[in-house]
């Protein structure tokens, strides 16, 4: 089975805080993605990326940056947290095959 | 800008009752996939559709990719509380980026 894990399923973040998110998939996946997850506006992509040290924005980049050094890892970087930035966050990978993406169980961040 | 139109966005029924959601767009896509979400979690992906007409069925839910690949329908025979949940679909035209519907958000009441 995918399996995608995230570093943490709750976190809590002061303001002006870095605020590192890590994502780990063991399928060998080419792709992986960083989603935001917010009532009402659904799923909206931040990052993505097709290889490793290869990276490409999505829809909502700004406030975020990513880290693609190994195959298996993907990073998220929030560099100073905002309170908008408070949401549930969503890792995925998928192979260049089937184009099926397979979810982390999330992390829910709160900034204060 | 490819969007994807889920409906009904709620639905609330009794166990034992059936159900369909409807994914529909005006792109045409290479796969489509259903994924189910619950509280506090990822979405877990269900089935995967890629040909035109292609029917799958997974227990008590079965998946149809529309012949013209725009839509899609998954249908619930006889629903169980264990089907509550946040149903997705996501679509893709074999890029990196995957359309995601606005979600149907079903209760089953026991």
């Known amino acids: 089975d995918v399996k995608v894990t995230q570093s943490s399923r709750y976190l809590v973040k002061r303001t002006g805080e870095k605020v590192f998110l890590e994502c780990v998939q063991d399928?060998?996946?080419?792709?992986m993605f960083w989603y935001r997850q917010d009532p009402g506006l659904g799923l909206r992509l931040i990052y993505f990326s097709y290889d490793v040290k290869m990276k490409e924005k999505g829809d909502i980049p700004e406030g975020y940056s990513v880290s693609r050094e190994k195959k298996e890892r993907f990073s998220l970087i929030l560099e100073s947290a905002s309170t908008n930035q408070t949401s549930m966050y969503l890792c995925?990978?998928?192979?260049?095959?089937?184009?099926?993406?397979?979810f982390g169980p999330g992390t829910r961040l709160t900034v204060l | 800008t490819q969007l994807l139109e889920q409906s009904p966005q709620f639905l609330s029924i009794q166990e034992g009752e059936n159900l369909t959601v409807y994914c529909n767009s005006s792109s045409v896509f290479s796969s489509l996939q259903w994924y189910r979400q619950e509280p506090g979690e990822g979405p877990v992906l269900l089935v995967t559709?890629?040909?035109?007409?292609e029917v799958k069925k997974l227990k008590r839910l079965t998946f149809q990719f529309g012949d013209a690949r725009k839509d899609s329908s998954l249908h619930i025979t006889a629903a169980q509380p264990g089907d509550t949940g946040l149903y997705l679909c996501?679509?893709?035209?074999?890029?990196?980026?995957?359309?995601f519907g606005t979600g149907t958000r079903l209760k089953v009441l026991a």
């Open positions: 559709v890629v040909t035109g007409g």
């Open positions: 995925a990978s998928s192979d260049r095959t089937y184009n099926e993406q397979f």
């Open positions: 996501a679509g893709t035209s074999g890029t990196y980026k995957y359309i």
């Open positions: 399928m060998d996946h080419e792709n």
